[in-house]
């Protein structure tokens, strides 16, 4: 991780400690006793492994590296380093695909359970410069993720996680609106000078929000783009 953060230093990228938590760890253990409990550390842990290096990681857009490792740093915790960041605000985007794979049904002890997670997000340089204080400061996001409830995440920077919130919502009005009646289709005639004829119509996409009212291609555009949707939009 040092020689990652000097390596960031020297090429001046931003890269960030995601610290993964679980929710609720201990009732499952509980319930399960520890060695099923282990089984599903090991499980979750393949999991995010199988996410880092995998494909779906590698094709978030911008592209986003993360250091092949996932580290489990405390009974139900982990983390990674994301490097090569665009962004710090992409890191959220990275966060909320960590919690979709993590919240996938698993299968532990005949059992089909489904986990949730916390992340809390510490952003090179901006919330330190050095290993030990990017890894409090996002001990100390995970915490405010886990006061705001399962399947969160925040910045150790407030301002930011406004901005994420706000981003990670409009991306969910955008799947909404792909999956219901949220778009609208209209169509600008094409009209030859000459004869004064229509001779074809160009297709243009608008999206009829239900908060922020009519919203043309480059307000949606790119967000569906980065999460992932255009195909969808698409079709």
């Known amino acids: 991780m040092t020689l990652e953060l000097e390596r960031a230093q020297r090429v001046a990228t931003a ?3 995601i610290h993964i938590d679980l929710d609720h760890f201990k009732s499952f ?4 006793g520890d060695a099923s409990g282990d089984r599903l550390l090991c499980g979750v842990a393949e999991r995010l ?8 990681a ?4 911008p592209p986003m590296r993360a250091q092949e490792t996932v580290a489990r740093i405390d009974g139900d915790s982990f983390a990674l380093l994301l ?3 665009v962004t710090p605000e992409h ?7 960590l919690l979709q794979a993590v919240a996938q049904p698993m299968t532990v002890a005949g059992r089909d359970l489904v986990l949730t997670a916390c992340i809390g997000i510490a952003v090179h340089p901006r919330d330190g410069d050095a290993a030990e204080s990017l890894w409090r400061h996002a001990e100390q996001a995970v915490y405010a993720a886990k006061t705001a ?3 969160s995440s925040r910045f150790f920077a407030d301002e930011m996680n406004a901005a994420a919130s706000a981003k990670l919502e409009l991306e969910s009005d955008l799947r909404q609106a792909i999956a219901g009646e949220g ?3 209209y169509f600008q005639p094409k009209v030859d000078v000459a004869s004064g004829r229509m001779i074809g119509a160009e297709a243009l996409l608008r999206w009829q929000h239900p908060r922020r009212g009519l919203l043309g291609p480059l307000q949606f555009i790119p967000l569906a783009e980065e999460c992932g949707l255009i195909v969808a939009l698409g079709d």
């Open 15 to 17: 890269c960030a400690i």
């Open 29 to 32: 253990n509980d319930a399960l």
């Open 49 to 56: 492994q199988r996410f880092v290096s995998g494909r779906e």
């Open 58 to 61: 590698q094709n978030l857009k």
């Open 83 to 85: 490097v090569d960041l």
């Open 91 to 97: 890191a959220a985007l990275y966060a909320e695909r």
């Open 149 to 151: 409830g399962p399947s």
């Open 183 to 185: 778009l609208r289709l």
